[in-house]
């Protein structure tokens, strides 16, 4: 009897003008990200309204656990006003950070090092929503081994990648070429250098007549070198070109004439003279001089000091400068002369008067 009044209930529902019917509605549940989209898996849950009679058919929570560009999900569900859908709108899922990668504007310029400014693009790739933005950045210096930058590329999703390094190394600063001084005899120069932080030096000549055509007589890592058989009374220029371990160049140069050694100060030893013993260092005198001083230096250091008053002076086997014993073992060594006047005191001293190399084996 209960069971034919609920079945008449129904029927009269079903056949009341104006009845409404079943309404479905629904909501989504996860993380949002940026411009629409989730970042995380997605719950869809439903709700019904104006539910005539007893509801027969139900629809269960929704799922979504896959990046999507765009999936709807459909319910349908009775009453007894009959069967009633409703589709979402496409909803988007993009729970993966784009696959990010980063790239110079060049290789490394020398030796694996970078020696002027460089660009870094990162870029990514991402199969759901797509690329948005990535990192970019110049760098300058400071000099630097294994240096890092790092930078990133976001979807547009609003997903962040890891940072993703760039080690690199930059050296932007040239060695120094400096004290490039050259001893001249009839058809010799002997041309001298310092070139701090080189690895490889060059030494590059030219004729005054013809500057554009030139020839590298010496490549290497010392520091002076005697250019022969030059021809007397005419004008050369020699350039020293320093290269660091990053590619950097730095340049000195300097004329000579062969044939004008009346000018050479410095008389004895020659210019890189081989030596057994001690050496007389000997040079021209100086007019209105009162004394001279002489600086003999090994390995760049100075390793003597001395203020003759006559234009020689005699090494000895050994000796004291600052507390320090010294020998003259072998090695290359090389002295410098500048004239004195008035008293010592003063400290009055001329131009360098000259320099020169010589090897104590």
Request: hydrophobic content about 35%.
């Amino acid at each position: 009897m209960r069971r034919a009044i609920a079945l008449a209930v129904l029927t009269l529902a079903a056949c009341v003008p104006g009845a409404r019917a079943l309404d479905i509605s629904w909501a989504a549940f996860g993380t949002p990200g940026a411009n629409g989209w989730y970042v995380s898996d997605v719950w869809v849950n439903w709700y019904y309204n104006n539910v005539v009679g007893t509801q027969t058919q139900f629809c269960n929570p929704a799922h979504l656990v896959s990046d999507t560009a765009g999936q709807s999900v459909t319910c349908t569900a009775a009453d007894g006003t009959g069967s009633t859908s409703r589709t979402t709108a496409p909803i988007k899922i993009d729970r993966t950070p784009p696959a990010t990668r980063v790239a110079s504007n060049r290789p490394a310029d020398f030796g694996g090092k970078y020696n002027h400014t460089l660009t870094l693009n990162w870029s990514a790739s991402d199969a759901t929503s797509g690329v948005e933005s990535c990192s970019s950045t110049t760098y300058s210096g400071p000099d630097g081994t294994n240096l890092t930058l790092t930078g990133t590329c976001r979807d547009r999703a609003g997903n962040v990648s890891a940072a993703v390094p760039f080690v690199f190394s930059y050296d932007a600063t040239p060695p120094v070429v400096s004290k490039v001084t050259a001893s001249i005899g009839r058809k010799t120069a002997t041309v001298a250098w310092q070139a701090a932080g080189a690895t490889t030096v060059s030494l590059i000549r030219a004729s005054a007549k013809a500057p554009t055509r030139q020839r590298t007589v010496y490549a290497g890592t010392g520091s002076s070198f005697t250019d022969r058989g030059l021809t007397t009374g005419r004008r050369y220029t020699y350039i020293v070109r320093a290269v660091d371990g990053a590619g950097n160049v730095a340049t000195g140069s300097l004329n000579v004439t062969p044939g004008a050694a009346s000018k050479e100060r410095l008389l004895a030893p020659r210019a890189n003279a081989k030596l057994r013993k001690p050496p007389l260092l000997r040079w021209r005198k100086v007019g209105k001089a009162r004394y001279y001083n002489v600086q003999v230096f090994r390995k760049g250091k100075k390793i003597l000091s001395a203020w003759p008053s006559k234009p020689h002076y005699q090494l000895r086997g050994t000796w004291r400068y600052r507390g320090h014993r010294y020998n003259l073992s072998g090695a290359t060594y090389r002295w410098y002369l500048w004239a004195g006047y008035g008293k010592r005191s003063a400290h009055h001293y001329g131009s360098l008067l000259g320099q020169r190399s010589f090897v104590v084996r």
